[in-house]
């Protein structure tokens, strides 16, 4: 069963993608998770333990944790999973909810009870108690909502820039839109967003490209790379090996619609 929905309140909607909820998919076994430049609250309610291979590093938490943005990929174990359910936080959307500035998670999963002592032990047990997919996800609403550290007021200035980052604009020439000097947004929107300007743009350029890849099409890699803002094919294979861990045509995503998923060879 898979339920994905949007939040139910309005305030969240522009700090949150969608609340979901996974269970019971049948095991394949490993794949490899690759960066889209947002954050993620993730719950394992199977097992009290989140484990991700970055590199040779293995990572381990307990059952409830915030994953930072990342820049490269990261494999996981589908099998240890098969219960989960999170929030997907649009770019710079978690920071109304964690003390601690997105920058320092980035990369890395951190336990939600080392950000919300000592609610956040809690977390998972309550989660677990509510009887329905559905009242799990609203449970997990109200868990954000009573853990708003500043005001839930859009930040035009911040939402420009993603929205400017994403479209393929210079990041000088977003900074100049915004009356700031480049050092400035830069650190500005690491604390916010987890990511430099300039490798969040690398990042959304990378997903643009996924999403002309389609699925049993053959690709003409030097035509994608002009239209997704590559200096040539050789960038383009540069940054996907950077982003994914493998080539261009290696990529085969679980479905069309988890582009971000690559189930791996046992």
Not at 51 to 57: D, E, L
Not at 76 to 91: K, N, S, W
Not at 160 to 170: K, W
Not at 239 to 252: I, L
């Amino acid at each position: 069963m898979d339920v994905v929905t949007p939040p139910a309140s309005p305030a969240l909607a522009p700090f949150v993608e969608a609340l979901w909820y996974v269970e019971k998919r049948v095991p394949h076994g490993r794949e490899r998770v690759l960066p889209s430049g947002g954050m993620q609250l993730l719950v394992n309610l199977g097992e009290d333990e989140l484990r991700s291979t970055h590199g040779a590093t293995v990572r381990r938490t307990r059952g409830a944790a915030l994953q930072g943005a990342n820049a490269e990929p990261v494999v996981i174990d589908t099998a240890h999973r098969e219960t989960i359910m999170g929030v997907a936080f649009r770019p710079g959307g978690a920071y109304p909810f964690f003390p601690a500035p997105a920058s320092a998670t980035r990369g890395d999963l951190v336990e939600v009870d080392a950000l919300w002592e000592p609610d956040g032990a809690l977390l998972r047990e309550r989660l677990l108690e509510a009887a329905t997919p559905a009242e799990k996800l609203r449970e997990l609403e109200v868990v954000l909502l009573a853990h708003v550290i500043c005001p839930l007021a859009p930040d035009r200035a911040r939402a420009f820039a993603v929205a400017a980052l994403d479209y393929g604009m210079a990041v000088d020439a977003v900074a100049d839109r915004l009356g700031m000097t480049p050092k400035r947004l830069a650190r500005r929107f690491a604390g916010e967003v987890g990511l430099t300007p300039k490798l969040f743009a690398r990042v959304r350029r990378f997903q643009r490209l996924l999403l002309a890849v389609a699925d049993g099409v053959a690709v003409d890699w030097a035509r994608l790379a002009a239209e997704c803002g590559y200096y040539d094919q050789a960038h383009l294979i540069h940054d996907f090996r950077a982003f994914s861990g493998m080539t261009p045509g290696a990529y085969q995503a679980r479905s069309a619609w988890e582009r971000n998923h690559v189930p791996l060879p046992d």
